[in-house]
């Protein structure tokens, strides 16, 4: 009896022990963007800064994943904040003091921007036929 | 030595935390959850703006 009583509080002890989950992996640095113009830190995620009125300035290399993230997400994006967003929305070319092509993003879409982003990294799927089915519905 | 009564409150216990995790993960709780995250994270990336933030930004918006 004692074995047994053992046995089984060893067990429970066991049973409680086995499911280990690792901490989050967070990111803590900017990814290198090979088309930022060379008088900018190459290490920006996209992005090079702000203007005096608050847009941010997107490199062509963040204005392309900002599009892709749009055509990735757009129904679902449609679905949870009511906004329908096409490619370039909110994104306007400008030519730097370097003689640079860079694009202003307003304030609107640099924040539609960082939640596409934020779905990315978390591993959510893209619009799929059930979506397109739910958006042909509505 | 009874035993009947320690497996007995064992079982209770577990049964407690049995309840309390199915609570907290029901699909509402699991919707809410994703909701506020959701929430916290768009006032996050709104305040690194707001803040003109270039630092947080970029982590936030990295790949």
Redesign the interface.
Known sequence: ?KSF?VC??SS?ILIGCTTITPDKVK?????FDSTTPQQYDL?????I??SPE?K?ILTSN?VE?YNNLIKDYKLQFRA?KGVELKENDGITEFIDKHGNLLFYID?QH??Y???L??W??DGKDVDGLWDKAKAWVK | MDFTAIFKAIGEVFGLINNWMGHKNTPEMKTAQQQQKEVDRQNEIEKAIKEKDIEKLRRLLSQ
């Open positions: 009896m009583a089984y509080l429970l990111d803590n640095t900017a990814s290490h920006n995620s996209g992005v800064g702000f608050g941010g963040g994943r949870a304030h640099l924040v921007f960082g939640v982003n934020s990315r990294r």
